[in-house]
């Protein structure tokens, strides 16, 4: 998959349409890739959607799936592409830590490598460890293994009651769920999106009818009215249901370089930002600066495909960009930034401090979602998959 490593800047005024244009397509279906999967889409396709209906009928029919005796929540999504998973599932385990229970992560580790001691990490781990440093996060592909292993550890524990938090998991059918949340990219309507490799669906939109939750993400790019239209239209599609709106926001900004700790986040207006990450869709991080930057200061764009290694050539033509950034901003009197994602940090934090340019300040946004309604409806639910499988919550909670 190959993207621009960067786009020019532009002015920050808030334009609706044009994040609707750069959200849609996906980064996948543009350049050769996205010509070649448009090309074998007639070809491929059919098999691909006989081959998904044919593995869901047989985990519909109970073959193959264990379940386990602890409460099991799948925070997921029916495409490919980012929809904000993340902190979705960073906000589903302190949900569950006010009532009472002790979360345990369990994600795939895409391009997950060995750590020094043999242990899987990736990105999404790192991430996920920095947001809860008290939550144990297991990197496995097979989810089924790694939750087999942490409940033998866990034997004769007297710990809070376990409830295991499936990230990414709700195509991994072979462990069962108490609830299945799934997310829907508002930028990314499954209603206008075909199943892959012409389109972005893992599965058809059938598949929606097993949630127990529909989250639409990215309120904050496409509008309320926008967001609550595609709530209505996705409501026949998962009768069982419960659905709400979240919007992302950044509840503080951790100055990654330099002195370190968090700044207010009012010291990014007017500001001369460079945008540097390497995310499915980055249309909300950009969004939520442009707001924050204001239509007195100006952003530029480093985009990378999902999951970029941030190589050695491509730090080098980063550490390029941001200098040319501050001397822009030197010249007009206003502070240079480079604004990245937790889960980019991740690899730029190898990036030795004296190489950045001096005077760019490189800032974290911490990212939480935020709910226009159905918050409710969404604790409710997860209270009672819990519930559903006899745990009980701590004393006093």
Not at 34 to 48: K, N, Q, V
Not at 73 to 80: R, Y
Not at 296 to 320: K, Q, Y
């Amino acid at each position: 998959m190959s993207m621009p490593t960067s786009t020019p800047s532009r002015n920050t005024s808030t334009n609706e349409t044009d994040f609707e244009r750069r959200s849609l397509p996906a980064p996948d279906h543009q350049g050769l890739i996205g010509f070649l999967r448009r090309l074998l889409s007639p070809i491929a396709g059919p098999f691909y959607a006989k081959a998904v209906a044919r593995r869901n009928r047989a985990f519909d029919r109970g073959e193959g799936v264990w379940r386990a005796p602890i409460p099991v929540i799948s925070v997921g999504n029916l495409s490919t592409g980012g929809t904000g998973k993340t902190p979705m599932v960073a906000w589903v385990c302190k949900a569950l830590t006010a009532l009472g229970y002790e979360p345990l992560i369990l994600t795939r580790g895409y391009k997950a490598t060995k750590d020094h001691s043999g242990v899987l990490v990736s990105d999404e781990a790192a991430e996920l460890q920095r947001l809860l440093p008290s939550v144990r996060v297991v990197v496995n592909p097979d989810r089924c293994a790694a939750l087999r292993q942490v409940l033998s550890e866990a034997r004769g524990s007297e710990r809070p009651p376990l409830v295991a938090v499936m990230d990414d998991g709700y195509q991994h059918r072979a462990l069962g769920r108490e609830l299945d949340i799934v997310l829907v990219d508002a930028t990314r309507s499954p209603l206008e999106d075909r199943l892959l490799p012409g389109g972005n669906l893992r599965e058809p939109l059938t598949g929606l009818s097993r949630a127990g939750a529909v989250v639409i993400t990215r309120g904050e790019v496409v509008g309320e009215q926008k967001a609550r239209a595609l709530d209505i239209a996705l409501r026949s599609h998962a009768p069982r249901a419960v659905f709400a709106i979240s919007s992302a926001r950044w509840s503080s900004l951790r100055q990654a370089t330099g002195i370190g700790g968090t700044i207010e986040q009012s010291s990014l207006r007017g500001a001369q930002a460079l945008l540097a990450c390497g995310l499915g869709n980055p249309a909300s991080i950009e969004a939520m600066l442009r707001e924050h930057v204001g239509p007195e200061g100006s952003i530029e764009l480093f985009l990378r495909p999902d999951h970029d290694p941030f190589t050695p050539a491509t730090v080098e033509a980063l550490l390029a960009r941001a200098k040319m950034v501050h001397e822009r901003a030197k010249a007009s009197g206003r502070r240079a930034l480079v604004v990245t994602t937790e889960k980019d940090w991740s690899k730029l934090s190898k990036v030795e401090a004296g190489r950045w340019p001096e005077g760019v300040m490189v800032v974290v946004p911490r990212v939480e979602p935020g709910f226009t309604y159905g918050e409710a409806d969404l604790l409710s639910a997860i209270a009672r998959a819990c519930a559903s499988k006899g745990a009980k919550p701590k004393a006093g909670s």
